[in-house]
């Protein structure tokens, strides 16, 4: 079973395609999530994706916007998108019926 | 890159493998992060990563094992090389006249010392890559505070003169004894710097290249590497063996029958010294497989 955090980068990445990324994560976290995503969090959290197989990363390109420094791209394998799923799945069955499902438009946002 | 944040974020990142360390910095810029939030997330990182190192069992002998004991030992023998060497350097150093080479006997003697002082100095830089690539080795990725503790009580045993604390052990109690020879140690010199310098070159640097080492073969997945981990630990076990007898000979006790036959300086200085063959094998098998790839590119 999936963390919380290790379904939102699989999520992040998943919707970045193909240009996701270390920093791409990171701000799509932090924009839809609305939550803070350290660089320690993030790439600790992508290590145990990747020995977990849910992941598979590599080294980019540098490009000058970042100082001439490569990228660690991401890529969702088949095993994490079907972990993310499952992850998904239990979270929506859990959530049926509970006072924030039923009254969604009454939580604040 | 250019504000002291920065410069400070670059160099914690460099506890950090260097992919990562080029993604991590790159993130950052690219981010457009302030120098101060650049080096928070860095040294957060470094903490993650440290954190998941030492829950493996290896740092942790490494650090009871080699870390303080070994630093120890090192500063002790340290200080004695600087000791021995002090004596003769001033002797030939600030009272050199021509007789010590046109007298026969002179010259021989001054041969013999000199051969005897490289050969200490050499065995004491061989001990201390030695300890530093087995502390590497062990460690991996908790090198970086392991590293640092080692360098941390080499400095202060040195400094705070651990030496005339342990003036209580018998072993060291002699290396102080500086009477016959108060006109050298009367020097700041000797007494204060040169043992300092002795310290820095002789156990601080080949300590770091050892460990250098010792993460990079830690690294590689062959079988072969075995070997020198055995050979590091072998040596070290022959530094302890090595303290002992010279602690037994200090304190005019017969050495046990066995020891004996305990090789001669030199023999010891050449199986001692397979820190200098491994890094000439190492640096040769690198250039050879730099040499290979632009052939091939």
Partial sequence: ?109 | MSSIGWQAAAVASRMLPVAEREAVLGDLIEAGESSGAALLGVLGLVARRQAEAWMDWRPWLALAGLTFPLGMLLTLVSRRTAEFSAIYLWLYVNNWTPAFIENPSFRHDLVSIVATLILECLTLACWSWTAGFALGFLSSGAIPVNGILFSLVAALVEVLGAPKYLAIVPLFSRGRDFGPNAAVFSLTFYRVLFPLLIQAALVLLPSVSGMRHGVRLAALPVSPRAIVPTAAIATLAAIGLQTWIFGLRTLGLPRPPLLDAWPNQLLKAVIFGWPIVYCAASALSRRKSIHLKENHA
Avoid at chain 1, 24 to 33: P, V
Avoid at chain 1, 96 to 106: D, L, Q
């Fill in chain 1, 1 to 109: 079973m999936l963390g919380e955090f290790e379904y939102l980068m699989l999520s992040a990445a998943a919707r970045l395609g193909d240009v996701a990324y270390g920093a791409a994560i990171r701000q799509e976290i932090e924009e839809t999530a609305g939550r803070k995503c350290s660089i320690g969090a993030l790439y600790t959290t992508l290590d145990r994706l990747e020995s977990k197989g849910f992941i598979k990363t590599w080294m980019g390109e540098a490009t000058p916007q970042r100082g001439g420094r490569p990228k660690r791209m991401v890529r969702v394998t088949a095993k994490g998108a079907q972990a993310a799923r499952d992850f998904y799945g239990a979270v929506t069955r859990v959530s049926r019926g509970v006072s924030w499902e039923t009254n969604r438009g009454m939580v604040r946002p």
